[in-house]
């Protein structure tokens, strides 16, 4: 019998969370074959075997915590087996004909286990929907869902609580006219979930950057009246390759050429604060409001791609980031952040920068509004309100003005950055 132990699923990660265990006691399983899905404080990760075996104990109950290095799961190697039978059958024999009658009629427990009916036939749902199931000792299976390819949601779950107590439905609605009810409010406890995972790491991380970093804020509206207006020319075209444009990709080929101006907004101080580290590429992270938490992806070197590329860059982490199975590489190495948070409905924000990054911009949403043009004439217009957060021990209200201006600049002529485009 092997122990499998937990590798190394990421730098600086010594444990996660077991989220759904795909195997159950007694199972054979294949080479390659998914074992396990742990929660990171990053990201969801898939384990697979490493050969194929029978898997003959589970170390960790799903919704505990496993350490890396620490036995996972246990598993007897094929045709190991065989020869144990064949060294001790006199053993063997011994311990069936000491074992009492009642206890071999029983079902296996291991065989049993809903997650072994459910081993090639995974119900999708988020972390959180899956700790929601878990708490009311339900089984996903149970459970039909509404969302895309089958996906239980939350107002599943909910939903089919509701369906689930129908005797309780029917004693509230006989309950005595002059019986004094107490206010669900006053009895009901409140729900304990413990903060791991992506949300853990980003509580940590938001309070060492607001306590560590002294932000300065920048406030500022774009007319983006022409950028809506070019992107509508441009969506056809995109789709026609299999690529949904959004405005994104415009706000990431813009920075980096803005950045080509104030390279000090994509530098990074070090840890010790006598350097300043000025880098060549433009990493640009966004921030995605995922099931998991706040992650900020990253898409690599935007100075070199096309609008069409990173379009498509866009597309994929944002898929990922949603089904809270963004790649490492992706998290690590960004320059500057963007937090898009007009796309929930927000007007302005005061963002927290992504250490160790140097700056980031808050999004709102853009609003048709009055303005006067050059003649005194009332036009309406699109206008988008940002707002820029900086770290203000190298970056000085003069410099994300600038920056700014220049990141405005392209955005209210967009034709404009097709001159500075390799």
């Known amino acids: 019998m092997s122990d499998f132990l937990l590798p190394d699923i990421g730098e600086g990660i010594v444990e996660c969370e077991v989220v759904e265990w795909r195997v159950a006691e007694g199972d054979q399983i294949e080479e390659d074959q998914p074992i396990v899905e742990v929660m990171t404080d990053k990201a969801l990760v898939e384990i697979t075997a490493p050969e194929a075996g029978i898997v003959t104990k589970l170390y960790v109950a799903q919704g505990q915590i496993a350490k890396v290095h620490a036995p996972l799961y246990a598993y007897q190697v094929d045709g190991a087996s065989n020869n144990m039978s064949e060294a001790e059958p006199e053993v063997a024999q011994s311990a069936s004909r000491d074992k009492p009658v009642a206890q071999t009629t029983e079902p296996s427990t291991a065989t049993s286990t809903p997650a072994a009916g459910r081993l090639y036939d995974k119900v999708p749902a988020s972390p959180a929907v899956r700790r929601l199931v878990r708490e009311h000792s339900l089984q996903l299976t149970e459970i039909a869902g509404s969302g895309k390819d089958g996906r239980v949601l939350k107002e599943d779950v909910l939903a089919h609580l509701d369906q689930a107590s129908p005797g309780a439905a029917s004693a509230n609605n006989n309950v005595v006219s002059n019986q004094t009810v107490k206010n669900p409010i006053e009895t009901q406890a409140p729900r304990v979930e413990p903060l791991r995972g992506v949300r853990a790491v980003m509580a940590k991380r938001m309070v060492e950057a607001a ?69 060549h590429q433009c990493n640009i992270g966004m921030a995605v409001d995922s099931k998991s938490g706040l992650m900020v992806p990253n898409v690599k070197n935007v100075e070199r791609l096309t609008l069409l590329e990173v379009a498509r860059e866009v597309g994929r982490l944002t898929t990922s980031a949603r089904e809270g199975r963004v790649d490492q590489a992706d998290l690590k190495g960004g320059t500057i952040s963007i937090s898009n948070i007009g796309a929930l409905g927000g007007t302005y924000a005061a963002p927290i920068i992504n250490a160790p990054e140097a700056a980031i911009v808050a999004i709102g949403k853009t609003q048709w509004l009055p303005r006067f043009d050059e003649q005194g004439a009332v036009q309406r217009r699109a206008i988008m309100t940002i707002t820029w957060a900086g770290d203000h021990r190298f970056i000085d209200g003069g410099t994300i003005a600038r920056f700014c201006n220049a990141w405005k600049a392209f955005l209210e002529a967009p034709e404009t950055m097709l001159l500075h485009l390799a």
């Open 211 to 279: 306590s560590t970093i002294p932000h300065f804020h920048y406030g500022e509206e774009i007319d983006v009246t022409a950028l809506l207006a070019l992107r509508e020319r441009l969506k056809p075209l995109a789709e026609a390759q299999g690529e949904r444009l959004t405005l994104m990709p415009f706000f990431m080929k813009a920075m980096a050429l803005a950045v080509a101006e104030e390279p000090i907004v994509n530098a990074q101080l070090n840890a010790a604060g006598d350097e300043l580290h000025y880098y």
